[in-house]
C-alpha cells in the first residue's frame, strides 16, 4: 500500500521512529483526517489507538503511561471543545512532573484569526497548562515540531507539551522526510569530588540528618542508588506522596512516613528533629518547605536535577544540579567506611521508630456498622503484594492511604500531589492496566471523585483491563467536609445523593460487589482477584475520625 506524503501521516511515522506506543483520544472534525490515516497506516509498529470517553481522562491516560514509563503519553483530541478539556489534564501532569505530548486540531490556517466556526487560539489557551505550546504552520515542519515538544516533555522537569495542528496541514503534501529516531543524551554527569565531599564534612557536623525524597528519586535508576547509599549510611528517610515506595523492604526500616498534607505527619516529626535535611529530587510543589522549615533556619543540601525555587524558608546551603543516580552512587563510594549518626540523635530515631511502628493512632470511629478507614487499608494491605500497581484519587481516603499504606516499589502507589486532581484513579489504572495486561491493578477513590471519570469504566471493560477500583462510599466531598467543619464548625456544599454503583458498574459490563465488614472485603477481593476485567468494589465508610488528620496525632513544633 502507497502512503500519501502528507503531513498526517509524516506526523505517524515520526511517532513510530520515537517508539510512541499508544494514543489516547476523541476524534472530531478537525482531527479525523490523522485518526483515518492512523487506521490505515501499513506499519505494525503503529501506535495504538484507544479511544476514550472524555479528553480530560484522555490526558490522564497519557500522563498514567508518562508517570509509569518515564517516556511521552501521547492524547489525541479535535479542536474546541476538544482541546479546550485537556486543561486539567495538562496542568496536572506539567505540575506533577508526568511527560505528555498533547496533539489537539484547528481550524484550517487561513480561519485562525477569524470569528469562525470552533475557531480559538487553542495554542496561547494550552500555554500556560504546559511547558510548551506550539501551533504546525507548514506541513514540511510537523515532524520537527513533534521531536521539539519530545524534547521538551522529557527533559527535567518533566511535563506536558502541546501541539496544534491546523486541519489543513494534515493533508497538506510534504517534502522532507519524518526525523528518524532521535535519543536523548544518556545523563551520566555526576557531582564533583570536591562538592560532595562539602557533602560528606556537613553530614559528620550534623546531629541529625534526614534524607528528604521526592518525586525526582522515584526514578528506578535513583532509588537503586538510594538503596547503594543506605547499605553505606544508617539515615532516617522521608518520602513525599510521589516518592512512595522508594524504600525496599530491605531498607524499611529507614522509612519514617511521607509529608504530603497537613503539618503533622511522622514525617514532619523526623524533619523538624533534624538538623540538615538532604532533599533528593524534591519539588516544592509536593510540600512547601514554610511547612516543614517554617523558621527557614534548617541547613538543607539540595540534590536536583533542575534548579531549585529559592523561598525564605527554602535556601539550600549547598546546590548540586546533576544526574541523580550517578551522583548518590558516587557519593555512596565516598562516604568514609563506618560513618553513622550520632549516638544522642540515634536514640530520638529509636523512639520515633518504635512510635512509628508499634503505638497505634488513637482515632475515635463512632458507626461500628461501617467500615474505618484503617480497616480498610489493613484488608488491603493484606491482599496486595509488591506486584500490584495502586492508583489513589483525591479525597478524604487519599489522606489515610498516603499515611498508612506501605508500597516498596517506586511507581507503584500513585498520587496527584501536585494538583490533587479529582479523577485521576481510574485513568491510571488504565494507563497501568495497558503496560501491565497479566498483573491486577487496584484503583481506589472516593465516591465523589470516582464520577469524575467513571465514564472511562466503558473504556477498561472494552480493553478488559484488569482492574479491582474501590470506591470508600459516604455521599460527600468529604476532604473539603472535614476541613470546613474545623474552619466554621459546620459543613456547606460538600453532600449529594446516592448512587447503586453495583448496578452503575453492572450496566458498563463490570462486575459490581457491596460490602460491609472487613472480612466481606477480604473475601471480595479474593473474589476480584479471579474475574477477569474490571470489578467495583464499594465500601460504605465511616469518615467520623477524620477531623482527627488535621490536629496533631503526634508531637509538633513550630518550626
Do not use: C
Request: no cysteine; net charge negative.
Amino acid at each position: 500500500m502507497k502512503i500519501e506524503k502528507n503531513g498526517s501521516n509524516t506526523l505517524i511515522q515520526t511517532m513510530i521512529n520515537q517508539g510512541i506506543e499508544y494514543i489516547f483520544g476523541i476524534p472530531g472534525a478537525k482531527i479525523d483526517q490523522l485518526f483515518n490515516d492512523l487506521k490505515n497506516y501499513p506499519d505494525a509498529n503503529k501506535p495504538k489507538l484507544i479511544v476514550a470517553r472524555h479528553e480530560q481522562n484522555a490526558a490522564f491516560m497519557a500522563s498514567g503511561i508518562g508517570r509509569l514509563t518515564g517516556k511521552p503519553g501521547v492524547v489525541l483530541v479535535t479542536s474546541v471543545p476538544g482541546v479546550s478539556n485537556l486543561a486539567t489534564g495538562l496542568i496536572t501532569a506539567t505540575s506533577e512532573g508526568d511527560p505528555v505530548i498533547a496533539l489537539g486540531g484547528q481550524v484550517p490556517r487561513n480561519d485562525i484569526s477569524r470569528l469562525t466556526h470552533q475557531s480559538i487560539p487553542s495554542r496561547e489557551l494550552l500555554s500556560e497548562a504546559t511547558k510548551s505550546s506550539y501551533e504546525v504552520e507548514m506541513a514540511d515542519n510537523i515532524s520537527e515540531v513533534f521531536i521539539s515538544a519530545y524534547i521538551t516533555a522529557t527533559s527535567p522537569k518533566a511535563g506536558a507539551s502541546f501541539i496544534s495542528i491546523p486541519q489543513d496541514v494534515l493533508a497538506a503534501p510534504v517534502e522532507k522526510e519524518a526525523i528518524k529516531r532521535f535519543d536523548l543524551p544518556d545523563e551520566n554527569a555526576e557531582a564533583t569530588t570536591a562538592s560532595l565531599n562539602k557533602v560528606i564534612e556537613k553530614i559528620k557536623n550534623a546531629k541529625f540528618p534526614v534524607i528528604l525524597a521526592g518525586m525526582r528519586s522515584s526514578e528506578q535508576r535513583v532509588t537503586d542508588a538510594l538503596h547503594h547509599l543506605l547499605s553505606r549510611f544508617s539515615i532516617p528517610v522521608v518520602e513525599t506522596f510521589q516518592a512512595a515506595g522508594i524504600l525496599s523492604h530491605q531498607y524499611e526500616h529507614h522509612y519514617f512516613g511521607r509529608v504530603g498534607l497537613f503539618r503533622n505527619q511522622m514525617g514532619d516529626t523526623v524533619l523538624k528533629q533534624s538538623d540538615l535535611v538532604i532533599t533528593i529530587g524534591y519539588d516544592p510543589v509536593e510540600y512547601e518547605a514554610r511547612n516543614w522549615n517554617a523558621s527557614g533556619q534548617r541547613e538543607i543540601i539540595n540534590i536536583d536535577t533542575v534548579d531549585p525555587e529559592i523561598t525564605n524558608e527554602y535556601q539550600p546551603s549547598l546546590i548540586i544540579k546533576t544526574d541523580l543516580a550517578n551522583t548518590i552512587n558516587k557519593l555512596a563510594r565516598l562516604l568514609p567506611q563506618g560513618l553513622k549518626i550520632k549516638e544522642t540523635s540515634n536514640q530520638i530515631i529509636q523512639k520515633l521508630r518504635y512510635q512509628f511502628d508499634y503505638e497505634e493512632p488513637d482515632f475515635k470511629f463512632k458507626n461500628p456498622d461501617l467500615l474505618n478507614p484503617l480497616q480498610i487499608i489493613e484488608a488491603l494491605q493484606e491482599f496486595a503484594d509488591d506486584s500490584n500497581i495502586v492508583t489513589v484519587d483525591v479525597g478524604s481516603h487519599y489522606i489515610w492511604m498516603a499515611r498508612y499504606f506501605r508500597s516498596y516499589q517506586p511507581r507503584q502507589l500513585l498520587f496527584s500531589n501536585g494538583m490533587q486532581t479529582l479523577g485521576v484513579a481510574l485513568p491510571w489504572a488504565i494507563s497501568a492496566a495497558i503496560l501491565n495486561p497479566d498483573k491486577k491493578i487496584i484503583s481506589v477513590s472516593g465516591d465523589g471523585g470516582f464520577l469524575f471519570s467513571a465514564q472511562e469504566l466503558e473504556t477498561a471493560v472494552r480493553l478488559q483491563s484488569n482492574i479491582i477500583h474501590l470506591i470508600w462510599e459516604d455521599n460527600a466531598y468529604d476532604m473539603v467536609k472535614f476541613q470546613e467543619e474545623i474552619k466554621y464548625n459546620q459543613s456547606s456544599g460538600v453532600e449529594f445523593g446516592p448512587v447503586d454503583y453495583v448496578k452503575y458498574a453492572q450496566a458498563f459490563g463490570a462486575e459490581g460487589m457491596r460490602v460491609n465488614s472487613q472480612q466481606e472485603l477480604s473475601e471480595a477481593l479474593r473474589a476480584a482477584d479471579k474475574i477477569q476485567g474490571p470489578v467495583i468494589i464499594v465500601i460504605p465508610v465511616d469518615y467520623s475520625a477524620n477531623t482527627q488528620l488535621k490536629t496533631s496525632l503526634i508531637e509538633n513544633t513550630t518550626n
